[in-house]
């Protein structure tokens, strides 16, 4: 098993620019998260997925779109990216009833 | 929103010595978990809890879900260089599940 993977890896975007993070689990997990990691913040929720076809805000979802078609799969969207969205996000996944979270490489995007 | 305060932000200690750090809730979690972030990425799962009063060991950690379930602890004995990281509490609040909270970390530096 891959576990949960991240792509891209690192993404330098301008201002306004849009694009997809994305984010794959192959351990059949139903829960899937999205977290912003900013320093001496620890991590933010931005939103999450207990289900194919269901998904609901977090702590911070401003800025962020997400969908989930599948099981696997939950990609995250800027639609017109910011500076103040410069971070390290990471995506995870759980298990029904196991209330482990398994957590992704993450994506290092900045802004500019 | 709920929010976990970790104490100590940071602890920079000598290769052999025993580590504590904590976590606090001003509300009650159904499970606290305690993860390991090295330099560049994820954070890694080494303990999950999941009843009032629960003490469980990993090698040479230990942590405690708190009696009145709004604390934790997390100790590591004789530290050696690799232990070197940001450690993270996190928690799920009664009713939800694939939320987690986090706290803010707590980054440990050892001497050898």
């Known amino acids: 098993n891959a576990g949960v993977t991240q792509t891209p890896k690192f993404q330098v975007l301008k201002t306004g620019q849009s694009m997809t993070l994305q984010c794959a689990q192959d351990?059949?997990?139903?829960?899937m998260s999205w977290y912003r990691q900013d320093p001496g913040m620890g991590l933010r929720l931005i939103h999450y997925s207990v289900g194919a076809g269901i998904t609901d805000q977090g702590e911070v979802p401003n800025g962020y779109n997400v969908s989930r078609s599948t099981t696997e799969d939950f990609p995250l969207r800027l639609l017109s990216a910011a500076p103040s969205q410069t971070s390290v996000y990471f995506c995870a996944s759980e298990g029904q009833g196991t209330y482990e979270q398994y957590f992704g490489p993450g994506t290092r995007l900045t802004v500019t | 929103g709920q929010q976990l305060n970790q104490s100590p932000q940071s602890m920079f200690i000598q290769e052999g010595e025993d580590v504590s750090m904590n976590c606090t809730s001003s509300?009650?979690?159904?499970?606290w978990l305690w993860y390991k972030q090295d330099p560049g990425e994820g954070p890694v799962l080494l303990i999950a809890?999941?009843?009032?009063?629960e003490l469980t060991s990993n090698g040479r950690l230990t942590a405690q879900f708190g009696i009145t379930r709004k604390d934790s602890f997390l100790n590591i004995s004789a530290s050696i260089p690799s232990d070197v990281g940001i450690y993270f509490c996190a928690g799920h609040a009664p009713g939800n599940t694939g939320k987690l909270i986090f706290g803010q970390g707590t980054t440990l530096q050892v001497k050898p």
């Open positions: 351990m059949n997990h139903e829960y």
């Open positions: 809890l999941y009843k009032a009063g």
């Open positions: 509300s009650i979690f159904n499970t």
